[in-house]
Nanobody
């Protein structure tokens, strides 16, 4: 099973930027699609962005297009989520998740990293 370690969260003022990182270990990195999800207090977990093993066909939550960008560095076995112009409503725990290419469900999850955006 692939292991995920996500990091990079913190406290930022509205309008600021953060970059989250997700490092994969335990399996061949290029055989996995990776996604970011987030869960705000007292809300359901929601999809943020995804990236295929090829690095192409990235997907984003419609409401986040233009502010968030997902990328991957295969040499570092790392997926990044760059977040710009952050808003208080972006405050949440952000999780990265992975699935083997072709699978439907994301079954491997990171421990989560807190992002807090102050107004």
């Amino acid at each position: 099973q692939v292991l995920l370690e996500d990091s990079g969260g913190g406290l930022v003022q509205a309008g600021g930027s953060l970059r989250l990182s997700c490092v994969l270990s335990g399996r061949t990195f290029t055989e996995y699609d990776v996604a970011w999800f987030r869960q705000a207090p007292e809300k359901e977990r929601e999809f943020v962005a995804s990236i295929r093993e090829s690095g192409e066909n990235n997907g984003y939550a419609e409401s986040l297009k233009g502010r968030f960008s997902i990328s991957r560095d295969n040499a570092r076995k790392t997926v990044y989520l760059q977040m710009y112009n952050l808003k208080p409503e972006d405050t949440a725990v952000y999780y990265c998740a992975a699935r083997p290419t072709g699978a439907f469900q994301y079954k491997s999850w990171g421990q989560g990293t807190w992002v807090t955006v102050s107004s």
